[in-house]
């Protein structure tokens, strides 16, 4: 069993371009599954995927969906072995996917602490569940296991033996098979535009803050989901202090505290400076480091505090969604956070 | 004998491969044995012998299991045995996720279904002759072509499950909480069933009836179906016990032990004034008791409410001085039982008498539907009197 590149007929792809299919698309997948930003992008990665998933099917001939009654004996016996195989290679790529998520997590939140002034980790505040670019990655994995082990296979070229040949209609399904990735791009595209939005609660792995002395302070954090998992997400942190005068965000040098707050500072007549009373604490006030935007860019995000006459403080978070270029299509975000003076929150995202 | 080094290797490793189960079976109960020795002291080792005893009735029947061959016309060979084991497996996934909370924390029933699990994973093991995970070398051509198909029809239901999860992670918020939910402890070993066990399971319930035995069979397969009864038998008794012993904390009397006290000297000598009338205050001592005491329910399967508390009295009134808060009442523990606090309240009368009054629900697990009420009572009046305890 040699010669790796003989093709199975004269029209269809040999062994060494199958493979090389195979390749691309694992690699995909792995880039698909890992923690390195996407930065809107995602869409492509996807697209691309869906083009190579269409050309590796062409290439075996769509064996691993086609029913029994079409296939004759060897074509039967090779896609009920690719299922097996498949089968079993799921369990080794879903933990090889975990490996390279985690690295990929650890190069990420590396390079963001010698690039920032603050160790920023890869993971948000905000729990979106499990991320749209690793439900994909999963799919593809449950998709096109079996059309890759008969694909990289020698004997896994398309076979036309045994299978009605009518080449007319064969030539239409072929055509008709690549409306799939206009197909995916317009359903993803609606749903980022149309979709309602969905909230999304405070991840498990929040910080735990502080604030000045004599005051009460808890962490928020929270998001919106724009598109499902597969668009962008703006979220929201903040630590929020209340002295029953007033409630403000602590630790975001960029919002000014109340009078109050800095007022009381336990010497008199020294105004302490502002980054003693209100030091950036990204890890717990960061403005947009919750957004996440693998399928669509986030920008204009803007952080503003109001506090009312009666102390309550309203904290605005404002970002742009867009899933293509130049605003197009685009949709405004804005959550909300709502703490009375005495702590009782009014509305969260 | 030219014996080729690489074959006596290639032996030897399959001989390893062989035996892994087993040896990892024999190494988690020492393990288990061990854990529990020292996490346990010394006056809870005898709680922990039915456990222990229990452990090993599930490794001997393990064993047992393990050994029985498949024959032709044996017990597990039967399609509607087969069949039923992988009902029940299914069931007991379920049951895993059911019981499972959110987060990597198992739930109390979870070590019981997973034993189980382990228990029907062999006797499928068994029925199936392993073919679904035997090398390649060792089964003939319809059976490779039967673990083919068994896997081609196992991959649609393992990507639908999969898949369905994934679809309710991206569906909504609520269906997002809920995946996260399967995903939980439960989940992960549900997953790792599917993925090391769905063949296995699709082999055994589509693998057609085995044919009827040959003329020159039957003494082996008595003797085969000897030990698969005996294999039963203890498969229903490692099943049952669990059950009998939930209803054994609902249905057999209360084990109670207690024991009163003096402190040591110098613990609690403060004093009051006999009476406020009185020119010249005349300190009388406290005199103090300790109260420890036991409430026990259920044997192997149980739960227990320790009362470790401290009441001094004048004369005037009796008064608490530990054990008898809101927190002493969360002390009650045990294994496979929830324990729900109905009451906890001390009360010092007019006339001086201290009330503690501890209530709760045993509720076992595996029968959540059984429940009874135990109340842990200590009354002391003013001069020290112990009217209930517990």
Not at chain 1, 6 to 28: C, D, H, K, N
Not at chain 2, 83 to 93: G, S, T, Y
Not at chain 2, 215 to 244: C, I
Request: proline residues 6%.
């Amino acid at each position: 069993m040699n010669g790796s590149t003989t093709p199975m007929s004269g029209a269809e792809p040999g062994q060494s371009v199958r493979r090389a299919l195979v390749i691309a698309t694992a690699a995909l997948t792995t880039l698909l599954a890992s923690a390195l930003p996407l930065h809107g992008f995602g869409i492509l990665l996807v697209a691309i995927l869906a083009g190579l998933d269409i050309l590796l099917c062409r290439a075996t001939g769509a064996l691993a969906f086609r029913r029994a009654s079409g296939l004759d004996e060897r074509q039967r016996r090779l896609r009920d072995f690719a299922y097996r195989r498949g089968f079993r290679w799921i369990g080794l790529a879903i933990v090889l996917l975990y490996v390279v998520w985690i690295g990929s997590d650890i190069a990420v939140t590396v390079v963001s602490a010698t690039t920032s002034q603050f160790s920023i980790p890869a993971v948000s505040d905000v729990d979106t569940g499990i991320s749209g670019r690793i439900v994909l990655a999963m799919a593809e994995l449950l998709l096109m296991l079996p059309t890759s082990v008969i694909a990289w296979r020698r004997d896994g070229g398309g076979g036309k033996e045994g299978v009605d040949d009518e080449r007319g209609r064969n030539r239409h399904q072929r055509w008709m098979s690549w409306l799939a990735v206009p197909g995916i791009i317009a359903v993803w595209l609606a749903a980022v535009v149309w979709l309602p939005s969905q909230s999304a609660p405070r991840g498990s792995f929040s910080a735990s803050g502080g604030g000045p002395s004599g005051t009460t302070c808890q962490d928020f954090a929270g998001g919106t989901m724009v598109g499902s998992e597969f668009g962008a997400t703006v979220g929201l942190r903040a630590d929020v202090c209340w002295d029953d005068t007033v409630a403000y965000v602590w630790g975001n040098p960029g919002l000014p505290l109340p009078a109050s707050a800095t007022s009381d500072y336990g010497v008199p007549g020294f105004t302490p400076p502002a980054s003693w009373v209100n030091p950036a604490q990204p890890m717990l006030s960061g403005c947009g480091l919750d957004n996440t935007g693998d399928f669509a860019a986030v920008s204009h995000t803007t952080c503003t505090e109001h506090i009312d006459a009666h102390g309550t403080m309203h904290y605005t978070v404002s970002a742009r969604v867009s899933p293509l270029p130049f605003g197009i299509a685009s949709r405004e975000v804005s959550i909300e956070l709502v703490v009375t003076r005495a702590g009782k929150v009014l509305e969260q995202p | 004998m030219n014996e080729d080094p690489r074959g006596r290797r290639r032996n030897g490793l399959r001989l390893f491969s062989n035996r892994v189960t087993p040896v990892v079976a024999v190494m988690a109960f020492l393990w288990l044995i061990l854990s529990l020795l020292v996490l346990v002291s010394a006056n809870d080792l005898l709680a922990t012998v039915p456990l222990a005893a229990y452990l090993l009735l599930v490794l001997v029947t393990w064993a047992v299991v393990a050994g029985i061959r498949r024959e032709p016309g044996s017990w597990l060979g039967r399609r509607a045995v087969r069949r039923a084991l992988v009902v029940a497996i299914a069931a007991d996934c379920v049951g895993l996720i059911a019981s499972s909370p959110s987060g990597s924390q198992l739930g109390s029933a979870t070590p019981l279904l997973l034993i189980f699990l382990v228990l029907l994973n062999i006797a499928l093991g068994n029925a199936t002759e392993r073919i679904a995970s035997a090398s390649e070398s060792s089964i003939d051509e319809r059976q490779e072509e039967l673990r083919n198909r068994a896997h081609r029809l196992a991959y649609p239901v393992f990507a639908g499950v999969v898949g369905a999860v994934l679809l309710a992670d991206v569906a909504s918020t609520p269906s997002r909480e809920w995946a996260e939910h399967v995903l939980g402890s439960g989940g992960f070993f549900v997953f790792l069933e599917l993925l090391f066990v769905l063949p296995g399971m699709v082999l055994a319930f589509i693998e057609p009836a085995p044919p009827p035995p040959e003329s020159d069979v039957p003494a082996r397969s008595r003797r085969v179906n000897v030990q698969a009864r005996v294999a039963v038998g203890l498969v229903l008794a490692v099943l049952a016990l669990p059950l009998m012993g939930s209803v054994a904390v609902v249905g057999l009397p209360l084990r109670t032990s207690s024991h009163v006290s003096t402190p040591q000297p110098g613990a609690v000598l403060s004093g009051t004034p006999a009476s406020p009338s009185s020119p010249t205050p005349q300190v009388i001592p406290l005199t103090c008791h300790s109260f420890n005491a036991e409430v026990e329910a259920g044997w192997g399967v149980y739960a227990e409410l320790p009362v470790s508390a401290q009441a001094c009295w004048d004369g005037h009134r009796a008064n608490e001085e530990y054990g008898m808060n809101q927190d002493d009442c969360m002390m009650g523990g045990g294994l496979l039982v929830a324990i729900t606090m109905d009451q906890c309240t001390r009360t010092t009368a007019a006339d001086g008498t201290l009330t503690f009054t501890w209530r709760v629900k045993f509720s076992p697990d595996l029968l959540p539907f059984l429940s009874r009420h135990v109340t842990v009572k200590v009354i002391i009046d003013k001069n020290g009197n112990v009217e209930r305890f517990p």
